[in-house]
């Protein structure tokens, strides 16, 4: 009797075993038929029971379940499964670890093949949501899933770089841009946003090395130009600015953003006292005509036309300092500078007032109107500006 038991028992373990893989094969004929909400039960019930628990063939059949799941078109299936994607994702990740012989490396190729397709699908919708966290991290995953089947992904990298710069992730944007830079990736933003994000870090060696590399590939391109003046710029090498801002200028003589900046840098070399007197002339009359030029490229240009009008408000202070340093005897050079200062404090009245027109709550501006206002005792003007300096506190 003993005997008759034991072969009882292992009959019944066969039956149960036999009942369990009977339940694989109905989520995988069930999944070749469409018919997703049957393989769904199916699969959970397969991967929960001690004997198919461990199966990887288990695993990877639920993968590619909730892969279809997820890319239904139809709503009921659909809902099967909100997470559908992040479950295909570990099942996959289960797949690799139980099948240790890799028995199922074709098919496993299949499923991440798939996977990537979906993942980039995935992440462009939420770059459109402009929800660019999440968009970046699915791209990442797009990239490293295609670096698995041996392919670099250069297109899903740089939209994760794309995706952590406009979420304001610097450093995965650095992250994604520097791998992008290893490839040397044929687009030169990359390479220029790469250079800013790193200026912006204060990291100007690294960022220095990043433009040479990108002017290695694109010689002539402009935003290279750009880039090392910031390094520039940042560094305070200010005449080395301006000779990269000149050549700058060579290629695009209609942007107004480069003479503003031409203009900024003349300006700053211009207010050099260790400068000789005649240079620091020359570069007052330089930034002038570049403040002067990207006005009339762009007339609402406030920053152009605010700098502009302090421009010749410091110009007067210098003169009216000049002025006050007289003997009290020197009546007549007194008198001659302050109206020179005066020529100058009318000069930015117009540029003053248009960067008020156009900033109407901007304090610089309207303190400096109320300075030549009072000055130049135009008392209307005076009443309005004090009155809108009121309101915009």
């Known amino acids: 009797m003993k005997k008759l038991s034991l072969i009882l028992v292992v009959l019944l373990f066969a039956t149960m075993s036999f009942a369990q893989k ?18 769904k039960e199916s699969i959970e019930l397969a991967i929960k029971d001690p004997t198919t628990a461990n199966d990887p063939k288990a695993w990877l059949t639920r993968t590619n379940i909730y892969l279809d799941i997820y890319s239904s078109p139809l709503p009921m299936y659909k809902a099967l499964s909100p997470n559908a994607l992040d479950i295909a994702r570990e099942s996959l990740a289960k797949v690799k670890e139980l099948d240790t012989k890799n028995e199922l490396k074709e098919d496993v190729a299949k499923a991440k093949a798939n996977l990537v397709s979906e993942l980039y699908n995935y992440g462009a919708a939420f770059y459109t949501a402009k929800n660019y966290t999440e968009a970046a991290k699915a791209f990442d995953e797009t990239y490293n899933v295609n670096k698995e089947l041996g392919k670099v992904d250069t297109a899903s990298l740089f939209n994760a770089g794309l995706s952590s710069e406009l979420g304001k992730d610097e450093t995965n944007a650095i992250k994604y841009y520097s791998m992008l830079v290893d490839l040397k990736y044929p687009q030169a933003p990359v390479y220029s946003s790469l250079a800013v994000m790193l200026i912006n870090k204060g990291k100007f060696d690294e960022a220095k090395v990043v433009i040479e590399k990108g002017k290695a590939q694109f010689p002539d391109n402009f935003d290279m130009l750009i880039a090392e003046t910031n390094v520039f710029l940042k560094t305070g090498q200010t005449e080395k600015a301006l000779n990269a801002l000149e050549s ?38 330089k930034a002038e005509r570049s403040y002067l030029k990207a006005l009339s490229i762009k007339p609402d240009y406030f920053d152009a036309a605010y700098n502009l009008g302090a421009l010749y408000v410091n110009k007067a202070s210098a003169i009216i300092e000049e002025a006050n340093k007289l003997p009290l005897n020197e009546t007549a050079k007194y008198d001659k500078l302050k109206g020179d200062a005066d020529v100058f404090l009318k000069q ?46």
């Open 22 to 39: 009977a339940v694989l094969r109905d989520a995988s004929s069930s999944l070749s038929k469409g018919k997703l909400d049957k393989a």
């Open 248 to 285: 700058a200028l060579k290629k695009d003589t209609t942007n107004q953003t480069i003479y503003f900046a031409v203009g900024a840098n003349y300006n700053i070399l211009g207010n050099d006292l260790t400068k000789p007197a005649d240079f620091r002339a020359a570069c007052y009359q």
């Open 348 to 393: 930015a009245i117009p540029y003053l007032e248009k960067a008020h027109k156009l900033e109407a709550k901007d304090m610089s501006s309207m303190s400096a109107l109320k300075e030549i206002y009072t000055r130049l005792q135009m008392v209307d003007q005076l009443k309005a500006i004090n009155a809108d300096i009121q309101a915009a506190k």
